[in-house]
């Protein structure tokens, strides 16, 4: 079973939007996301995390919104960039990394035209 | 420059012939791991391993194997590669004992299998 969800392959948004990719959790017990953002012919790099002692982190235009009573996240892009264009990975962990695994969504292709 | 390295970045095989794909970092870091992204799939977790000689099962191990005998190096074995192990295979490593997991990946090895 999918602990982690990214129910949506693909976004195709305007340059200048927002873009916003969702994920779903069903393990409570994950308390760290991560967004890894990956380009073809490329491995995935880190892009963004949040804590779950927190509800929002932003880092210039990415931020990622918690809601742990949904067992949601969702990554925020403002303003979309062609450069954005990439297949986006929702990632979970547990605290303290003493165990180092993250768990990965499937992935969801942003496609951002100009 | 801190990195994941894998080689080869491209492999075209054949069923049966035992091949490996080397991986290393240079950044000392516990936790490595190796996975395999298939188009709908999403990256899944082959291999880990917390530390020398400390290796564990990820989601899809049948028909792999890895060592790490170094710190640095963890690679990852195909005694008899099958058709279905034709993929994009990922290595990636981390610092254990922190807030957070996050991982640094390898550029990839796009492996054939006929």
């Known amino acids: 079973d999918q602990q982690v969800k990214q129910n949506s392959p693909s976004l195709s948004v305007q340059e200048g939007r927002i873009s916003i990719l969702n994920c779903d959790y069903t393990?409570?017990?994950?308390?760290?996301f991560l967004w890894y953002k990956k380009y073809p012919a490329e491995g995935p790099t880190f892009l963004i995390s949040i804590s779950s002692i927190k509800d929002k982190n932003e880092d210039g235009r990415f931020t990622v919104f918690l809601n742990k009573s949904a067992k949601h996240l969702s990554l925020h892009i403002v303003p979309s960039q062609p450069g954005d264009s990439a297949v986006y990975f929702c990632a979970a962990s547990f605290y303290g990394g003493s165990q180092g695994n993250l768990i990965f969504g499937k992935g969801t292709k942003l496609s951002v035209k100009p | 420059e801190a990195q994941v390295t894998q080689n080869p970045r491209y492999l075209i095989t054949v069923t049966g012939k035992k091949l490996t794909v080397t991986c290393s970092q240079n950044?000392?870091?516990?936790?490595m791991s190796w996975y395999r992204q298939d188009p709908g799939l999403g990256l899944r977790q082959i291999y880990y391993?917390?530390?020398?000689?400390?290796?564990d099962k990820g989601d899809v191990p049948e028909g792999y194997k890895v060592s790490r005998k170094e710190k640095r190096n963890f690679p990852l074995i195909l005694e008899s590669p099958s058709p279905n192990q034709t993929s994009l295979y990922f290595c990636?490593?981390?610092?254990?004992?922190?807030?957070?997991?996050?991982?640094?990946f390898g550029p990839g090895t796009r492996l054939t299998v006929l």
């Open positions: 391993s917390m530390n020398v000689e400390v290796t």
């Open positions: 950044m000392n870091h516990e936790y």
């Open positions: 990636a490593s981390s610092l254990l004992g922190t807030a957070y997991n996050e991982q640094f």
């Open positions: 393990n409570s017990m994950f308390d760290y």
